[in-house]
């Protein structure tokens, strides 16, 4: 099991290296959770690297059992972490893997620690007794800091400047960026540390008068060392200059070089050929885990109308590739009627879902030829009124036959608790994807309109917020959307 675990690990590691991405790994756990919380700084340090495509980031939280061999298929480390020893094993494999010409990057509370052993860390901790600590900590680090210095003043927003603006770290970058952050001072660098970046420590806010220094390198063996002291916390650490220092100091400690933008995002930057979004909702309430839907994505850029007027206009045919409604008005303008039908027309996308069902249902052309399904909010003709019951038990189940259709594959069984609708009108021409069993509710849940040039897929699931935060529908919504837009391989009509 555990060779299978590492040749999993290993071809993982193997793919990023052919992709040319540069291999991170993240040391973190065990920290202290009231000055530097990990498990929310973890994510989303990783979620920064990974959403510039030039990384490809593990993490490790207990580090412990770390050997050189599990080191071996990594560039660079990242130091989160603020707790007791590793051990002479770990430590001295980190050690290894920097000395061998790997990097090592480090931020914030890794500036002081039970790493530097008793004398130094006596007041924070008992478990150092005795501890001389790790030796080469220091020269990993490129600085120390006496006991009686251990410090910072108040709090604040301060301008850090960079004071060697040819590093590859600083090059092409302003000269200064704010930080809002604990300025750490009294530092005492090693001989062969370069400072990159200082800031005045105002006296006003307790600080020395001094420039302190903020970021700087240093050699360790044949590797590369950055250590930055800003990074408090996530308010900190989503400040533009913190994000570009640590993801350009990344690169460098991992190559020598630095090839990534001045401007780092901590969301996802969309791809060209992402998805253009447009989502309607008016005339009924909804959870606002709905927008959740739509974030965190490469691949779909996302545009919120609240209202008819505000959604179909000419222009949408040019700006979109898919509407997603989960809006409710059985009538529409004649206005949006035309602009909304040159959408369909142009062989555009269409994603309704829920209560979308009674949309615009006072135009046949659209329910009967487009959407392929009616809720009869009260009855009409020989058509009864259709029904709904809150807080019903279901398990969607795909279609005998569909299970691999772009739309639902991967989804697999969705079970939920929402909101069932009973007696409508279901087009022979819609192709069902998924089906439920039960008393209250139609058996198609999700299924292809009928339009024969348009992308149109109905979800009637999507009444409440745990249906939403359920990962399987949101997976669904996210296939639906894509597919609608003719992003996703064909699988059939």
Known sequence: ???????????????????????????????????????????????VLNNTG????????????????????????VLNYNGPRWGPQAEQAIEEFVRSGKGLISFHGVTYGEFYGQEFHKRWSASSKGDKGWAAYAELIGATWKPGNIGHGARHVFPVKWTDRGHPISRGLEETFPANDELYHKLD????????????SAPETGGTGKNEPIIWTAPFGS???????????????????????????????????????????SRPQPRQDAARLLV????????????????????IIWTHAASQAEAFNPAMKEKFDVVLL??????????????????VEAGKGIVSTHH???????????????????????????????????????????????????VIRGVGPLPVVDEAYKGMWLSPAIKPLMEVDHPLNDKPVVYLGPHPTARVIYIQ???DESTMRHPGYRKLVRNAILWAAGKMAPGGR
């Open 326 to 343: 989960h809006d409710m008005a059985e009538t529409i303008g004649e206005k949006e009627k035309a602009s909304l039908r040159a959408f």
């Open 461 to 463: 699931l999507g009444h």
């Open 1 to 47: 099991m555990r060779f299978a675990l590492l040749m999993t690990i290993c071809a993982a590691l193997a793919g990023a290296a052919q992709q040319g991405r540069v291999r991170v790994l993240i040391l973190t756990g065990e920290s202290d959770l009231a000055y530097h919380d990990w498990r929310i700084s973890t994510p989303y340090l990783r979620q």
């Open 54 to 77: 030039r990384f490809e980031v593990k993490v490790m939280e207990e580090v412990r059992g770390l050997s050189a061999s599990g080191l071996a298929g990594y560039d660079v480390l």
């Open 280 to 299: 309607v909702t008016g005339g009924h309430s909804y959870p606002a885990a709905l927008y959740t839907l739509f974030e965190g994505y490469d691949d």
């Open 223 to 265: 590797g590369r060392t950055v250590h930055m002291t800003l990074g408090h916390d996530l308010s900190a650490m989503t400040q533009p200059g913190f994000l570009a220092a640590f993801a350009r100091g990344t690169e460098w400690a991992a190559t020598g070089a630095v090839t990534l933008p001045a401007s780092i995002s």
């Open 356 to 406: 979308a069902i009674v949309d615009y249902t006072s135009w046949p052309w659209w329910y009967e030829e487009v959407v392929g399904g009616k809720f009869f909010v009260t009855a009409l003709g020989s058509h009864p009124k259709s029904s709904y019951q809150h807080d019903v038990e279901m398990v969607a189940k795909p279609v005998k036959g569909m299970a691999n259709h772009p």
């Open 189 to 200: 660098l090693l001989p062969r540390t370069k400072v990159l970046a200082t800031a005045y």
